[in-house]
């Protein structure tokens, strides 16, 4: 049976503090639960990483930075979020690092801890990738190699920063140990019953829809829209000039639409040569959408009746997209967002930073769970 406790604490005087109001609230636990999962902003996370792992030394600990830390206690931009789980599992870890490169040098570390299991039932990967390498796909297929054929699902997010200051820098850690340019996994067996994954988009597509014809997939940089330069295609289609673009593609993403599902990816930038730069990967000859959002409260309503009709939730775990934070932020949905995940699961624990996997596809835009019976 599971037992699973969360943690939060947004005391900014100190990171000495914050973290003692943590082990405060996690005073109820006996012993080491088998895993631990946390976030935190940027100049906590280090201290963070080294002494949860002094407090609970037998656990597997997994950690990124994200935008806003968000449980079942509590959600801030700044502090440390955590959550345990006793009971009801059997884990095993490992660490893909150099992932700009060539993550799969490093796939001898997903055969040890696969190897950890007898039986592959009732079984995912989740896992936490840093930011600005491109790696993501990468990682996605480095996983693919020998999760699919088990089909292992993979779930997990980019890591995220809280600040300005802290601007290109994303980290993530496994049992102490802090990373960059890396990605942390655990492979998850649950003893307890089933595990459900969701997609959740609050987006629909326009009638502006384009063919990606000139494509550099590896730096996601689409240089053509319809055999003309991008940002010059879009301009065109939304009737204003290219030098306004770049404001009026916030909160339009594009889509591509495969049968009943959208997969959404965020530009990143427009270049002076009016290519565009995206936060994951257009495919040559695509065709893809402009989108727009839907009515979000009816979207969060949809998502809840279809999980509680797929699951009965023990335990849950959310990547929720750092600009959908933003958007939630500004049309004062966080709350609604919040008591929403609270009445899926009684216990919850989320990131949001800048992607979200699902399987084998890196999206941005997008609110990704993970829930187990």
């Not at 280090?46 to 997994?62: A, D, G, Q, T, W």
């Not at 003893?191 to 000139?214: S, W």
């Not at 319809?226 to 289609?237: L, M, Q, Y």
Request: hydrophobic letters at 35%; proline letters at 3%.
């Amino acid at each position: 049976m599971h037992k699973s406790y969360t943690a939060f604490s947004k005391n900014l005087e100190s990171k000495e503090q914050c973290f003692s109001e943590v082990l405060e609230q996690l005073k109820q636990i006996k012993k080491n639960p088998e895993l631990i999962f946390f976030s935190s902003c940027n100049p906590y996370f280090s201290y963070v990483s080294e002494n949860l792992s002094k407090h609970f030394p037998e656990s597997i600990i997994i950690g990124s930075t994200s935008c806003y830390q968000f449980n079942t206690s509590g959600d801030f931009q700044f502090g440390i979020s955590v959550m345990a789980i006793e009971g009801g599992i059997e884990i095993s870890s490992g660490v893909f690092t150099d992932i700009g490169k060539n993550p799969m040098m490093h796939i001898g570390q997903l055969d040890k801890a696969l190897k950890h299991f007898k039986s592959f039932e009732n079984m995912c990967c989740i896992e936490f990738t840093t930011a600005h390498s491109n790696g993501e796909e990468l990682v996605l297929d480095t996983f693919s190699k020998l999760l699919k054929e088990k089909d292992i699902s993979v779930f997990g997010g980019t890591s995220g920063y809280c600040s300005r200051e802290d601007i290109n820098i994303s980290m993530v850690s496994l049992n102490g140990i802090v990373y960059q340019d890396a990605c942390v996994f655990v492979l998850l067996k649950n003893l307890d019953g089933k595990i459900f994954t969701y997609k959740e988009n609050i987006f629909k597509p326009t009638k502006n829809i384009f063919t990606a014809t000139d494509v550099d997939c590896d730096n996601r940089i689409v240089y053509e829209y319809n055999e003309e330069p991008a940002a010059i295609a879009i301009a065109k289609k939304l009737e204003t000039d290219v030098s306004d673009l770049s404001g009026m593609l916030e909160g339009k993403p594009m889509g591509r639409c495969v049968d009943d599902d959208v997969y959404i990816t965020e530009a990143s930038k427009i270049n002076p040569d009016f290519s565009i730069s995206y936060y994951s990967r257009i495919y040559n000859y695509t065709k893809i959408a402009l989108m727009r959002t839907e009515n979000i409260p009816e979207v969060f309503a949809s998502t809840n009746k279809k999980v509680k009709a797929n699951i009965n939730s023990s335990f849950m775990l959310v990547v929720n997209c750092a600009s959908r934070k933003n958007l939630f932020e500004k049309e004062g949905l966080t709350g609604i967002f919040m008591n929403t995940l609270k009445d899926m699961s009684p216990a919850f624990f989320g990131i949001s930073g800048f992607g979200e996997q699902l399987n084998n596809i890196h999206l941005n835009q997008t609110m990704v769970l993970i829930a187990f019976e």
